[in-house]
C-alpha cells in the first residue's frame, strides 16, 4: 500500500515518540543501575561513594525485604484469585437476561474508576473502622465483637480494597469474552446433547481461557505497583506487615533518603515485571499477527 | 436464543444482579449519601441510610477553602496537559504504524506497550532527583510530562488501533482524487478518526486524573491534585467525615460520569488487543 | 488521449516477485479486461498503472509520457475500488466533488459538473445523503461518479462489482459497459469472472502468475487459445482437457473440447459413458459423464436431453472443434 513518498514521511512521524519512550526508558533506567551503585544519601549530597554490590547486599538481606516480597506476592495473589473468580461469577451473571441490566452494569463497573486514594479512605474510615464504621456496626449487631481490619489484618483488608476497585476490570473482560462466544457453537453442543454444565465447562470455559490470561497478566502488572493504598491506610504498617516492594522503596526513597537503597531495591522490582511483561508480550504479539 | 426465558428465571436473576450490583456500588452510594449528613449524624449509630436531615454545609465549606479549588484545577491541568501533550505526539505516530507498516513496525509497537509495563517504583530515584535538581518538584510541569510518558504508550496503542479500522482503500481513493498527504489526513483521515481519538482522550484523561503514585510522591501542596489532597486526610479523626465525603464526592463524581461512557474504551486500551 | 504503454514492468514485494515483467500496449478508447484467478497479479497491475504502488523496474507511458514516476494525483488516471471507499462522513455531493475541491476548482464550476455527473447517473435525488444511507448500486455509482467527474483520460475498475448480489450484478455490467459507449474514454477493468470479461472487453489481458498468458478480443480467446490455461480459464463450464491415448490419437499431448460443442447420443459415438448427474435447467441441459478410459467429461446441450443419472450415452468431439496441446500446455 505505501509508496515511497509516504514511507519517508512515516519515519519523521514516528520519530517524536519513538524518541521520547527511548530517552525514557533509558536515562532514568541507567541511572537507577547507577545509583544501585552508589552510596548516596539526600541529606548528605555531594558524598556519595561507589559501593559496588553493597546496597544489594543491604537491601536484600533486609528481614524488610522478604516481608515485602511476600507480601507483594500475597497481595497480588490475593487480589488475581478474587477477581478472576469474581469476575467470572459476575460476568457470567451479567450474560443473563433480567431488567435494568444497564444500571447494574454502572453499578458494577464504578469501583474502577473511583480514585485509589478516596476509595482507601472511605473503606479505611467509613467501612472498617473499629469504633464508627460500618462493618463494626453491623457486628455489634450481630453480637460480635468489631473488628479491628486494618490494624489486626493490615495485608488481608488492603488486598479487599485492592481487589474490590480491580474487580470491574476483570468481569469487563471476561464479559466482553463471554459475549463475543458465538451462539451457534453453544446451540451446536445443545442439539449433540450437552446439558448446561457441560456447555460451560466444554465450550465456554475454554474460550474465556484466552480472556483470563489476559486478565490475569495485565492485572499482575499493574498490581505490583500498588501504593496508593498503603499510603493512605497502614503506611506499610503495624511494622512492615503491609509493606509491599513499592512502599519498601519509597520508605527507602523519600522517607530515609537513601537513593542507594531505593536503586537497588528498584532493579529488583524491574527484574520482577520484567518476568511477567515477557510472557504478556508474547501473547501481545501473538494476537498482532492477526 | 429465540426460545422465551421463563419470567421465573427473569425474576431471579433481576433479585440477585441488582444485590450483587448495589452491594458492589455500595462503597460509593455511602460516601455519597454521607456528604450530605452532618458530622455528627456521619459517625451516629446506628448509620442512616436514606433518613436523615439532607444538609449541603460540607459542599459549602469544601467550596469556601479556596485550596480545594486549587486541586481541582491542578487534576485538570495534569490530566488534560499530559494527554493533550500525549495526543500531539501520538497521533502522527500512529498514523505512520497504520498505513506505512513496515516489517518493524510490530515490534516498536510492542517495545513501546513493554515500556508502559516499567514499574514506576523502578524509576522513582532518577526522576525524583532530575526534578529537584531542576527545581521542578511540586511543579504542575513535573507530573504533566511524567504521566504523558506513563501514558503515551497505551494513547499510542489505542490510536492504533482505531485507525486500522479506517479503510485503506477511502485514503488511496483520496489520493487518487488529488490529495496531497496533509490534505489527506486534514479532509478524510482526521473526521474519519474523531470518534477514535475522543474515546482515547477520554480513557487516558480518566487514567491521569486517577494516577496515584507520581502525583503522591512528586507533589507536596502547590501542585498537589485532587489525588494528594484527598491522601493528606488519611488520619481519622472522625469530625473530618461528611467533609471528607463532600471532598470525595466532588473528585470522583465527573470520572465516575465519564467512566460510564468509556467502558469499551477500556477494554480496549488496557488489554493492549489480546482479547477482541 | 488515453492510451497506456507498459514497459519491461516488474514489481518484487521484498524477495516475492509477483510480476516478472510485463509488455503491454493499451489504445485510446478501449475496453481492458484484465483477468485471471486469484494472486495472479491483476490488481498489482492496475495499482501500479495507478501509481499506488512503485515499479520495481521498467516503464509506464501514458500518452507518451513517462509517467513511471509521478504520484497518483498527477497521472490523469480515475479509479473505482472493489470497496468504492466513498469518504463515509461526506455526503454524496461532497464525495464527487472532492477531487475538483483538490484540483482547487472554483465552487460553481464544481457545482455544474457535480449536478452533470449525477444527472447521468441517476444520483441526482441523493444527493444530500450519506454513504450510509445508501444500497450497494446505488453507492457504486456514487464512486463512478466520482471517477467521472475528474474526466480522465482512462477508467480504472479493481473488481468492482464482486460486492452485488448476481441480479444487480448484471445491471451494473451493462451499465458501464453504456458508459463506455458514451464516454469512449479508455477503460481497464480488473476482474475474476470471465463472463465479466467475455461481455465487457474489446481485449482482453490473461494473467497467471504474474505473467500476460495470451491478450485478444473475447472471441479470439475463445476461439483459440494460446495454451491450455487459457483453454481452461475462458469459457463457462470449463473446457474438457483430456491425456493420455485418447490425446496421443490426435497426436497431442492433450487435446480439448468445450462442453457446448460435444455431440451427444443415446446410440452411439466416439466415447462411451455412464451419466453421473444430469443438470436441467429447461433452456440447457448439463451432463457430467464417466467416460470410459478417459475419466470425467462435462457436456452441454440445448433444450432439454432426457438421460439422468445411470443412463448411458455416447460423446463424439467434432473434428474441427478439437484444440491440440503440446508437452509444455501450448497451443498446436
Not at chain 1, 485492592?162 to 476490570?169: E, H, K, Y
Not at chain 1, 464479559?175 to 451462539?183: E, K
Not at chain 2, 486524573?209 to 485532587?226: G, H, R, V
Not at chain 3, 483538490?102 to 452533470?116: F, L, R, T
Request: charged share 15%; hydrophobic share 50%; with cysteine.
Amino acid at each position: 500500500m505505501a509508496t515511497l513518498q509516504t514511507q519517508t514521511a512515516a519515519r519523521f512521524m514516528m520519530a517524536p515518540a519513538v524518541i521520547m519512550l527511548l530517552a525514557w526508558m533509558i536515562v532514568p533506567l541507567s541511572m537507577t543501575v547507577y545509583f544501585s551503585f552508589l552510596r548516596y544519601n539526600m541529606l548528605m549530597p555531594g558524598m556519595e561513594t561507589f559501593t559496588g554490590f553493597g546496597n544489594y547486599e543491604y537491601f536484600l538481606t533486609d528481614p524488610a525485604f522478604f516481608e515485602a516480597i511476600g507480601n507483594t506476592l500475597l497481595l497480588v495473589g490475593g487480589t488475581l484469585l478474587a477477581t478472576i473468580v469474581g469476575g467470572t461469577f459476575l460476568a457470567i451473571l451479567m450474560d443473563q437476561p433480567f431488567w435494568g441490566r444497564g444500571i447494574v452494569r454502572l453499578l458494577v463497573i464504578a469501583p474502577f474508576f473511583v480514585m485509589p486514594t478516596v476509595s482507601a479512605l472511605v473503606w479505611k474510615n467509613m467501612l472498617m473502622h473499629p469504633v464508627n464504621g460500618l462493618f463494626a456496626w453491623i457486628a455489634r449487631g450481630l453480637g460480635f465483637e468489631p473488628v479491628d481490619w486494618l490494624g489486626s489484618l493490615p495485608l488481608f483488608s488492603i488486598t479487599v480494597i485492592v481487589a474490590w476497585g480491580w474487580l470491574p476490570f476483570a468481569t469487563l473482560i471476561i464479559l466482553t469474552a463471554l459475549q463475543s462466544l458465538d451462539q451457534e457453537q453453544k446451540e451446536a453442543a445443545e442439539m449433540d446433547g450437552a446439558g448446561p454444565v457441560s456447555i460451560f465447562y466444554h465450550i465456554t470455559l475454554p474460550h474465556l481461557a484466552r480472556a483470563l490470561t489476559v486478565v490475569t497478566l495485565i492485572e499482575t502488572i499493574f498490581l505490583l505497583s500498588v501504593f496508593a493504598e498503603i499510603y493512605v491506610t497502614t503506611g506499610g504498617g503495624p511494622g512492615t506487615a503491609s509493606t509491599n516492594l513499592p512502599f519498601l522503596i519509597y520508605v527507602q526513597a523519600l522517607l530515609q533518603y537513601d537513593v542507594g537503597s531505593a536503586s537497588a531495591g528498584g532493579v529488583v522490582a524491574i527484574i520482577l515485571a520484567n518476568i511477567v511483561a515477557v510472557f504478556l508480550i508474547r501473547m501481545i504479539g501473538k494476537n498482532l499477527e492477526t | 436464543m429465540a426460545r422465551a426465558v421463563t419470567t421465573n428465571r427473569k425474576i431471579a436473576f433481576t433479585v440477585l444482579a441488582w444485590l450483587v450490583g448495589l452491594t458492589l456500588f455500595f462503597p460509593v452510594l455511602w460516601t455519597i449519601l454521607t456528604s450530605f449528613k452532618t458530622e455528627g449524624e456521619a459517625i451516629a449509630t446506628p448509620p442512616s441510610l436514606f433518613f436523615f436531615d439532607w444538609t449541603l454545609e460540607n459542599y459549602v465549606e469544601v467550596q469556601e477553602r479556596s485550596n480545594y479549588l486549587r486541586h481541582v484545577i491542578n487534576s485538570i491541568v495534569i490530566a488534560v496537559g499530559s494527554t493533550t501533550l500525549g495526543l500531539i505526539v501520538a497521533i502522527p505516530a500512529a498514523w505512520a504504524m497504520a498505513f506505512s507498516p513496515t516489517k518493524r513496525t510490530k515490534d516498536i509497537l510492542m517495545w513501546m506497550l513493554s515500556t508502559k509495563m516499567l514499574p514506576a517504583v523502578g524509576v522513582l530515584m532518577p526522576i525524583y532527583v532530575i526534578a529537584q535538581s531542576l527545581g521542578l518538584l511540586d511543579s504542575l510541569s513535573i507530573l504533566v510530562v511524567v504521566l504523558m510518558m506513563m501514558n503515551l504508550p497505551i494513547i499510542v496503542w489505542m490510536l492504533y488501533t482505531y485507525f486500522k479500522e479506517i479503510p485503506g482503500e477511502i485514503l488511496e481513493a483520496a489520493r487518487m482524487d488529488g490529495a496531497s498527504l496533509g490534505k489527506e489526513i486534514v479532509y478524510v483521515l482526521t473526521p474519519m478518526a474523531v470518534p477514535g481519538i475522543a474515546s482515547t482522550l477520554l480513557l487516558n484523561i480518566i487514567l491521569a486524573w486517577n494516577e496515584a503514585f507520581w502525583t503522591l510522591t512528586l507533589t507536596a501542596s502547590k501542585a498537589a491534585p485532587l489525588t494528594a489532597f484527598i491522601a493528606s486526610y488519611s488520619s481519622p479523626e472522625g469530625l473530618f467525615w461528611s467533609k471528607l465525603s463532600a471532598a470525595s464526592t466532588l473528585a470522583i463524581a465527573p470520572i465516575l460520569v465519564m467512566g460510564w461512557f468509556s467502558q469499551k474504551q477500556l477494554v480496549r486500551g488496557l488489554t493492549f488487543g489480546a482479547v477482541k | 488521449m488515453g492510451a497506456i504503454t507498459l514497459e519491461k514492468v516488474t514489481k518484487k514485494f521484498g524477495n516475492v516477485t509477483v510480476i516478472p515483467g510485463v509488455d503491454l500496449e493499451i489504445a485510446d478508447g478501449e475496453f481492458v479486461v484484465f483477468v485471471g484467478p486469484s494472486g495472479c497479479g491483476k490488481s498489482t497491475l492496475l495499482r501500479l498503472i495507478a501509481g499506488l504502488e512503485d515499479v520495481t523496474s521498467g516503464a509506464i507511458l501514458i500518452d507518451g509520457e513517462d509517467a513511471t514516476g509521478r504520484p497518483p494525483a498527477r497521472r490523469g488516471l480515475a479509479m473505482v475500488f472493489q470497496s468504492y471507499a466513498l469518504y463515509p462522513h461526506m455526503s454524496v455531493y461532497k464525495n464527487i466533488a472532492f477531487p475538483l475541491k483538490m484540483a482547487g476548482i472554483d465552487e460553481s464550476v464544481i457545482k455544474q459538473k457535480v449536478e452533470a455527473a449525477a444527472g447521468t447517473l441517476n444520483l441526482t435525488n441523493y444527493l444530500d445523503r450519506r454513504p450510509g444511507q445508501l444500497s450497494g448500486g446505488q453507492r457504486q455509482r456514487v464512486a463512478i461518479g466520482r471517477a467521472i467527474v475528474r474526466e480522465p483520460s482512462a477508467f480504472l475498475f479493481d473488481e468492482p462489482l464482486s460486492n452485488l448480489d448476481a441480479a444487480l450484478r448484471v445491471n451494473m455490467r451493462l451499465e458501464i459497459s453504456e458508459l463506455h459507449q458514451t464516454l469512449e474514454t479508455t477503460m481497464i477493468y480488473v476482474t475474476h469472472d470471465q463472463v465479466e470479461a467475455m461481455t465487457m472487453a474489446d481485449k482482453i489481458v490473461v494473467l497467471h502468475d504474474g505473467h500476460i498468458e495470451q491478450v485478444g478480443s473475447p472471441l479470439d480467446l475463445y476461439n483459440k487459445p494460446a495454451n491450455a490455461f487459457v483453454a481452461g480459464f475462458i469459457g463457462s463450464p470449463k473446457m474438457n482437457l483430456v491425456e493420455g491415448a485418447a490425446a496421443a490419437k490426435y497426436g497431442a499431448k492433450t487435446i480439448g473440447v468445450r462442453p457446448e460443442h460435444i455431440e451427444l447420443s443415446t446410440e452411439a459415438g466416439e466415447w462411451a459413458g455412464v451419466v453421473s448427474v444430469a443438470e436441467h435447467l429447461g433452456s440447457d441441459t448439463f451432463l457430467h459423464i464417466q467416460v470410459d478410459g478417459i475419466g470425467q467429461l462435462t457436456a452441454r446441450v440445448s433444450g432439454e436431453f432426457g438421460v439422468r443419472h445411470g443412463d448411458r450415452v455416447w460423446l463424439t468431439p467434432p473434428a474441427d472443434r478439437i484444440h491440440r496441446f503440446d508437452g509444455e500446455g501450448k497451443a498446436m
